[in-house]
């Protein structure tokens, strides 16, 4: 049987482990594209949660097995007036709203770093901290470094790589086994 320390010892950081959270929360997404999912948390509690997906009701990219954007040919900057998903930015500060939960002052964990559009509407909210694990890359770099440039004024943004260690630890212990089972005897 395992040491009691060895047993703790890879207990994800509180970074790792809202991370962990945001890419549940792109499970549930139904984009084909890219799969978001995120969370805004103050004071080391979750607010609320979003991914990316069509809006309530209405069909899903994923329930028909295409990506709506890509079968009409759709790219660049235009690309996003023929996605029928709404980013989890967007979705996450929507939840909020309706909710009437304040989100001024919370980090966003994101599995993608927001597009810019999502990223003035996160600075209006009020997010002060970003923590995302893949950066948001467009075709065009010089938009890139102008918008990257723009938002480095709001925003403490932040690339999380979740270590291999913590990544074994949730797999072993709360995947692929009984979550909730006696680890001591």
Not at 19 to 46: E, H, N, W, Y
């Amino acid at each position: 049987m395992e040491s009691v320390d060895s047993m703790f010892n890879s207990r994800p950081g509180w970074d790792e482990y809202f991370m962990f959270i945001a890419k549940v929360a792109a499970s549930r997404s139904t984009c084909m594209s890219r799969p978001v999912g995120g969370i805004l948390v103050i004071d080391r509690q979750i607010l609320v949660s979003g991914y990316n997906g069509s809006m309530p009701g209405e069909k899903h990219c994923i329930d028909s097995g295409k990506c709506f954007r890509r079968t009409v040919g759709k790219k660049g900057e235009s690309k996003y007036d023929y996605c029928l998903a709404s980013h989890a930015e967007a979705n996450l500060l929507a939840q909020a709203a309706k909710k009437g939960i304040r989100v001024e002052g919370a980090t966003l964990y994101i599995t993608l770093a927001p597009c810019y559009t999502c990223a003035k509407q996160l600075a209006v909210a009020g997010i002060k901290d970003i923590v995302f694990e893949h950066t948001y890359e467009s075709d065009d770099k010089h938009r890139d470094d102008f918008w990257h440039k723009s938002i480095s004024n709001h925003f403490n943004m932040r690339k999380l790589v979740i270590s291999q260690e913590s990544v074994n630890y949730i797999e072993k212990d709360f995947i692929a086994d009984v979550t909730s089972r006696r680890r001591l005897g």
